[in-house]
């Protein structure tokens, strides 16, 4: 299915973290990164005087699926808005088969406070984290409380309000197998500003003979230098080619083993790649979810192998997906299986937004028409602009971050319904492209193109919404127009 994954074996001597590959930060990447700049590891944000009812809960149902799904990250909560991401990997220790979690940082450069120095612009901040078990949901005991200071310099003043830069970090932290809650809190040394976050790992117990690490979702790799720059957010670009992910594998003794790899995707947005055209006849089976499977013999040659995997993703919708790896013998018998999440995020908004003026026209289907009059004859490029971003601003689920899902969720249905539908008029304009730009993807397209003395017409239906809605091509030259309109009740799923 697809290119074959391209592996490379890495070997070095086993350092504290990022297994035994450097970690950097670097300017060149960084300044490449696309996508919005907050969390993307299942994290809620809540009132603090809700965080402890909520996070016992959240751990209840997680609980509840650890025999089957032995997933690394099982949720999250934070008090307020967090303006740091973290990633957490359970590795095998450097001298022992006992667990050890890879703890990786992401802090927006501007959101530090600069002091001028010698060297630059200096900003300090700590990171504290309390680990603590679960039991039966609930907060036990802390088990430990690491804390690590860092200090940014950076040379001109421009850098410190930079808002694509960040400052990465990586820890190591000793740990029994188990389900512990990390409170991290985050606090900048000079403005004692303090952000804080919690995150549930079930750190696993990797002591089998067999046994591969947790997944971690990679920016970029060197394979000269071996350095991996670790995607914290675990998102990636909709425009990339490709998925990085870095695991290791430990075996008993060198020999050959079979690893499969599969891209399935599990939620988020339905909406579909706008490279790939849209293919639906009936109901979609669980594996038209699966983006990319792939099993590969590999003579494995220590019994420590650190592995880069490049997985395609060129063609794939957006949305979210898991990744899983499983480790066989050639018997047939999974020796191991590990999963991780990661959210492939549409990177096209910027661009489609450059249009204003059509930006604007294309907001008939979920703004007023006196709303886009206001917006439309405000006077000046700027306040347009303003009053555009503010109608937005209003229906913002995550207000505070940098990034809008409903807007970019909007567009990208606008986007796809110009690709698909477009003919004489623009998709977004036609009766499937409204309806599409209203209501996403259909669960189900009956497709009847060539029928004995019946016009040819499409049938989209909605289980979520209880919808059908039927077009049919009166022309005959791909013109499906609604039968009746989409507040008709007859639209309703009886």
Known sequence: MGAKC?????????????????????????????????????????????????????????LAVLPALDTPFLQASAQDTPEFDVDMVTMRAAASRSPKVDVYTRIPINKLRFINSPNGFQASYEVSVDIIELDG??????????????????????????????????????????????????????????????????????????ALSDILILDDFDAPSNTIFPSVKRRVASTADSLLVFYEMYLDEPREVIVQQELRQIGGSTLPSLRAPVSLEGTRSENDKVAYRESETRQIDTQRAQ??????????????????????????????????????????????????????????????????????????????WQRFVEFWQRRDPTPGTARNEKMEEYYYRVAHANRQYSSITEGWRTDRGQVWVMYGEPDIVERHPYNFNVKPYEVWVYYRIGRRFIFVDDSGLGDYQLLVPIWDETTRIR
């Open 6 to 62: 391209r592996y490379s074996s890495l070997i070095g001597r086993y350092g504290e973290a990022g297994a035994s590959l450097a970690f950097r930060n670097r300017e060149s990447l960084e300044n490449r990164r696309e996508g919005s700049r907050e969390d993307v590891n299942n994290t809620l944000y809540v009132n603090s005087t809700m965080r402890r009812v909520l996070l016992a809960g959240i751990v209840a149902m997680a």
């Open 137 to 210: 949901g609930e907060r036990s005991n802390i088990v430990q409380s690491p804390l690590w200071e860092r200090t940014v310099t950076v040379p001109s003043y421009g850098q410190t309000t930079d808002d694509s830069k960040y400052d990465f970090s990586a820890h190591t932290v000793q740990i029994d197998p188990g389900l512990y809650v990390f409170e991290f809190q985050i606090q900048d040394k000079s403005s004692k500003e303090t952000f804080v976050l919690d995150k549930v790992l079930n750190v696993r117990g990797i002591s089998k003979e067999s």
């Open 307 to 384: 592995l880069v995997s490049r997985i395609p993703i060129r063609d794939i919708p957006v949305g979210v997906y898991q990744v899983t790896l499983q480790l066989t013998e050639e018997s047939g018998e999974i020796l191991d299986q590990v999963e991780t999440t990661l959210e492939v995020q549409w990177s096209g908004l910027e661009e489609h937004l450059a249009n204003l003026d059509q930006a604007i026209s294309q907001l008939q289907y979920i703004a007023k028409n006196r709303e886009i009059r206001r917006i439309r004859n405000t006077e000046g490029r700027q306040a347009r």
